[in-house]
T-cell receptor, first 115, second 109 residues
Framework: EAQVTQNPRYLITVTGKKLTVTCSQNMNHEYMSWYRQDPGLGLRQIYYSMNVEVTDKGDVPEGYKVSRKEKRNFPLILESPSPNQTSLYFC??????????????FGSGTRLTVV | QQQVKQSPQSLIVQKGGISIINCAYENTAFDYFPWYQQFPGKGPALLIAIRPDVSEKKEGRFTISFNKSAKQFSLHIMDSQPGDSATYFCAASGYKLSFGAGTTVTVRA
């Protein structure tokens, strides 16, 4: 089954403790992206990657890092999480760019709470 | 700032009724306008999309109406069913995809 897999689904952590949210896709997609979803703000792009070793900032990159060492994987790293990073996070992939023309496949989300 | 403005934030409709969600944009470089549907606990999924050279697109009970001069587009859900209860996001694409804030639709049986 074609899918984007995120782990974990739920995570509660403390301020300052580094964490990684993993994302993997099995569709051989070149384009991958991370979004955060907050009430009243919709989906805001954090980082995206056009291909292996090619990443760039989205609209809200502060406090986040990403890497793309393999085509299928695109982990999201929070080096020092803060409470304002409490959110619902989605990884997405697309077969081409501009992604709007190809459609995104989204993962099921990671609910992160930073206390 | 939000590049795509979406309203209403939520709506309740009776089974069999029509749900209407409106979106507006400013950037005339946008050339593709998809709608995504999100059920609780799931990621958004592409529902229907339209290009600005078309004024209307229909897929089953879902219709997008597009007004290029007004820079507005809307989603109509005809004969709304309880299974349509979800959050709907409009979006606009140029070199990147920008999402609206989302509309939570509740269909009462």
């Amino acid at each position: 089954e074609a899918q984007v897999t995120q782990n974990p689904r739920y995570l509660i952590t403390v301020t300052g403790k580094k964490l990684t949210v993993t994302c993997s896709q099995n569709m051989n997609h070149e384009y991958m992206s991370w979004y955060r979803q907050d009430p009243g703000l919709g989906l805001r792009q954090i980082y995206y990657s056009m291909n292996v070793e090619v990443t760039d900032k989205g609209d809200v990159p502060e406090g986040y890092k990403v890497s793309r060492k393999e085509k299928r994987n695109f982990p999201l790293i929070l080096e020092s999480p803060s409470p304002n990073q409490t959110s619902l996070y989605f990884c997405a992939s697309s077969s081409g760019s501009p992604v709007g023309n190809y459609g995104y496949t989204f993962g099921s989300g990671t609910r992160l709470t930073v206390v | 700032q939000q590049q795509v403005k979406q309203s209403p934030q939520s709506l309740i409709v009776q089974k069999g009724g029509i749900s209407i969600i409106n979106c507006a944009y400013e950037n005339t470089a946008f050339d593709y306008f998809p709608w995504y549907q999100q059920f609780p606990g799931k990621g958004p999924a592409l529902l229907i999309a339209i290009r600005p050279d078309v004024s209307e697109k229909k897929e089953g009970r879902f219709t997008i109406s597009f007004n290029k001069s007004a820079k507005q587009f809307s989603l109509h859900i005809m004969d709304s069913q309880p299974g349509d209860s979800a959050t709907y996001f409009c979006a606009a694409s140029g070199y990147k995809l920008s999402f609206g804030a989302g509309t939570t639709v509740t269909v009462r049986a």
